[in-house]
């Protein structure tokens, strides 16, 4: 106890302010060593002279605190990135098709309607691949609504021809629309615009309710950052304000809450990230497993096959080091406007 007690209060002969600042601080410190503390080595005294303690209940909460809201934030943004990437393909998907839809009408041939209407399609250029639906086909997708087990014979079902469009060669949409009406009037084309819409609209509000979500667990991570921030301070109100009534620069004292608090949020980062790439390779994994099963197809149709990428990866990283920085900053941002309350 004596070697720390005097190795912690030499405080003459330094020609600084920042030397002096740290002498009292290993002098405050030693005032607070308990009966307790006698045994223990040398090497222990850096933890214990530090302003704030590196290893305290508080500061692992605080680490506990902002993995999970990192996890939480990794998850927010790269679901996110999986239904935006989903909503471009499904789109992509959808754009390269189109259909036309052939209604029977009284007085005309309906099978000779639908060899027109095709042979319309295919003599058009951008049309890569124009497949008349079977009347068993046409029926079939009635099936969903309809149920199973229905005599469609009797209904006027309409039929149906699928195109495939060239991406590579624009086709006139419009313009095809009129020509098919003019060979055929019962037929009407159904370029999926509507439905195109609809799906856009529907991923934007997705990924802007992932943005909100994103950003409400960030707020929550810097309300928590503020109030650990405070309690280190109330909790070393008398050393901190000795510091500072002894000349001691505030951009000193608050570096070392910045410091403290930095390695405490990159800590805290580093685990909810890694636990969020563990997350999703073992999504990966398991739909791989799943993909075969008729839940795992539309799973994958809907969120992809739950691969982040390299962008994903990268997205992680980025998010972990802007934690621990805005872990720092704020924590010295909140250190500065104490000590200048104080004058």
């Not at 003459?12 to 009966?35: P, Q």
């Not at 933890?47 to 990192?70: E, F, K, N």
């Not at 099978?111 to 086909?137: F, I, L, N």
């Not at 994994?285 to 795992?296: C, L, Y």
Request: aromatic share 6%; charged share 20%; net charge negative.
């Amino acid at each position: 106890m004596t070697k720390r007690a005097g190795s912690c209060s030499r405080t003459a002969g330094f020609t600084s302010s920042n030397e002096r600042t740290i002498a009292l601080m290993r002098l405050w410190s030693s005032t607070r060593l308990t009966a307790s503390d006698v045994g223990e080595d040398a090497e222990e005294i850096p933890a214990q002279c530090a302003l704030v303690p590196a290893d305290s209940v508080a500061g692992r909460s605080l680490v506990i605190v902002i993995a999970i809201m990192t996890f939480l934030a990794a998850l927010a943004a790269n679901v996110a990135i999986l239904v935006a990437d989903a909503s471009v393909e499904w789109r992509g998907d959808i754009a390269r098709e189109a259909t036309v839809q052939v209604r029977p009408v009284m007085g005309r041939d309906l099978e000779a309607d639908v060899r027109q209407a095709a042979e319309v399609m295919r003599q058009t250029p951008g049309v890569s691949e124009a497949r008349v639906y079977a009347k068993s086909e046409s029926e079939a997708l009635l099936s969903p609504w309809l149920g199973q087990g229905l005599d469609l014979s009797e209904l006027p079902t309409p039929r149906m021809i699928v195109l495939r469009l060239d991406p590579d060669n624009g086709v006139d949409l419009d313009r095809l629309r009129m020509e098919l009406e003019r060979a055929v009037p019962n037929a009407v084309l159904d370029d999926h615009h509507v439905f195109i819409e609809r799906l856009g609209d529907m991923a934007r509000a997705a990924v802007a309710m992932a943005a909100l979500i994103f950003i409400l667990i960030l707020a929550a991570m810097a309300v928590a950052v503020a109030s650990a921030t405070r309690a280190a301070v109330a909790t070393n109100r008398e050393i901190v304000e000795v510091l500072h009534i002894v000349g001691a620069a505030d951009s000193f004292i608050a570096r070392e809450f910045q410091r403290r608090f930095m390695a405490l949020g990159l800590r805290g980062a580093l685990i909810g990230g890694g636990g969020a790439i563990a997350f999703f390779v073992l999504a990966q994994f398991i739909a791989e497993r799943w993909r075969a099963t008729g839940g795992g197809e539309q799973m994958e149709a809907m969120f992809g096959d739950f691969t982040i990428g390299w962008s994903g990866f990268i997205v992680i990283a980025l998010l972990a080091g802007t934690v621990a920085v805005l872990t720092g900053y704020l924590s010295q941002f909140i250190v500065l406007r104490h000590l200048q309350r104080l004058g």
